[in-house]
């Protein structure tokens, strides 16, 4: 009987480290793994997460309505993203404490005994994509190769043989729990910098097209000046008019000036594409002018709004100077700027993009970045921050731009962002963060 199989303190230490990353990855307050007793279910492992309100150990009655009551019963998944909104699960216990969505599958031992379930739950409306349903199940797969670890086990215990190979599947399953989790990690990590990277490359490719007008200008017209110099030369062996050397002193009096005007912009991006990529690939805080920084940013993504053929307006306050991680705001700014390109405009129409920027009463900036273009659905409103969420899947869309520009907000900047949209009356993407960070760093 189930209550008969007892679970060690290593496999509930493990089980724990699973619940938190699974919790983490997929970001809500809740992760769980339930044992089915007599009579009642009792919460075996719980997620170390903030807002959980389930504690290890505590138990409830059966038969009362209970989301894993029916995972139980059916032995399948099963998904429920809005309770409030389903008359079936409205009235359940879970919604009590107001976890409305749930996630879970059945936990079976070798002999297909159902010990119980893992799931998540979370407080606001959740549509799971199809990776994090696989994610589950494997999860579910790596715990029940556990079980069957703890058969063997108890199995030697009684038989008093083979302990030596028991152990050695006990490291085994140990180190694959471990390095399937590390990978789940890591893997999220590399997307992520996967993404800044891909923002810093366009970067590169922008600033070198800006660069190739005031080159190529000054190049004209160093070369036109030595052409000039090589004729007055052999003018001055035979003789020069007074009005050839005035008009060849005035050809490289307007030449200088016009060089001067070129290389003084050359030598202007070049000192924005420094500033924004020191910015970008590292985490050094410093004070910095929001308006200029906006400007070196919108000079880099030139090349690619021209080619979009919209409009993008910037209107930021003068003299709001923050104390913070310009890196990170540079790259919140890209992100947006690039999503609305992107997203906002049906092809072959024309959009304007309006960004904003501002000091608010409490030190906190206020940026906005708005658009005219389709909006966004309703549905998608509580999806938008997901990771490996789009709507372009398989035409370019990493889903991760938005998530990027979430995690850069509420991590490196430690704020706030919200979204605000209507079909077919543009998007509005707000963020409010200190002007003066906290004196602790952000994580990388």
């Known amino acids: 009987m189930i209550e008969q199989r007892v679970v060690s303190d290593d496999f509930l230490g493990k089980w724990q480290q699973t619940t938190n990353v699974m919790a983490d990855v997929f970001d809500v307050p809740a992760g769980l793994i339930m044992r089915v007793r007599p009579q009642q279910i009792e919460v075996l492992v719980s997620s170390h997460t903030p807002g959980n309100p389930y504690e290890a150990y505590e138990k409830a009655n059966l038969n009362t309505g209970l989301y894993c009551e029916t995972v ?3 032995r399948s998944l099963l998904h429920v993203p809005d309770a409030l909104e389903d008359e079936h699960w409205k009235d359940n216990p879970d919604v009590a404490l107001n976890m409305i969505s749930y996630l879970g599958v059945p936990l079976l031992w070798p002999n297909d005994e ?30 029940e190769a556990d079980f069957q670890v703890i058969e063997q086990q108890q199995e030697l215990l009684v038989s008093n043989a083979s302990l030596l190979d028991a152990n050695q599947a006990l490291l085994r399953s140990n180190a694959d729990l471990k390095a399937a989790l590390d990978k789940i990690v890591a893997m999220q990590g590399e997307l992520l910098r996967a993404e800044k990277m891909s923002a810093l490359g366009s970067l590169v490719a922008g600033i070198s097209h800006e660069l190739n007008t005031p080159i190529g200008n000054g190049l004209m017209l160093a ?72 400007k070196d940013i919108l000079a ?20 709001v100077v923050m104390d913070s991680y310009p890196g990170p705001l540079e790259q919140i700014l890209v992100n947006l700027v690039n999503n609305a390109l992107v997203h906002a405009f049906p092809e072959g129409g024309r959009g304007h993009v309006s960004i904003t920027a501002r000091k608010l009463a409490d030190d906190r ?43 850069q907000v509420t991590s490196a900047l430690r704020g706030d962002v919200q979204v605000e949209s209507e079909p077919g009356c543009g998007a509005c993407f707000t963020l409010r963060v200190p002007r003066v960070a906290p004196p602790d760093p952000p994580p990388r």
């Open 300 to 319: 880099t993504l030139g090349p690619a709004i021209r080619k979009s053929g919209h409009q993008v307006v910037c209107d930021v306050e003068e003299g």
């Open 72 to 74: 139980m019963a059916t």
């Open 114 to 143: 159902v010990f119980g379930t893992i799931c998540v739950l979370d407080s606001k409306k959740r549509n799971y994509q199809q990776r994090y349903v696989d994610l589950l199940w494997e999860i579910k797969r790596a715990i």
């Open 223 to 294: 070369s036109t000046l030595k052409s000039n110099a090589v004729t007055i030369a052999k003018e001055l062996e035979t003789g020069v008019t007074r009005k050839h050397m005035q008009d060849f002193i005035g050809g490289v009096d307007q030449g200088a000036d016009i060089l001067l005007h070129s290389l003084g912009r050359a030598a202007d991006l070049v000192a924005s594409f420094k500033q924004v990529a020191v910015d970008q690939s590292s985490m050094r805080r410093r004070e910095f002018d929001v308006r200029k920084t906006f």
């Open 365 to 407: 900036i206020e940026v906005s970045v708005a658009d005219d273009g389709v909006g966004i659905p309703q549905a998608n409103i509580a999806r938008v921050f997901d990771p490996f969420f789009t709507t372009r899947l398989g035409q370019g869309g990493s889903g991760l731009g938005l998530h990027v520009v979430y995690n």
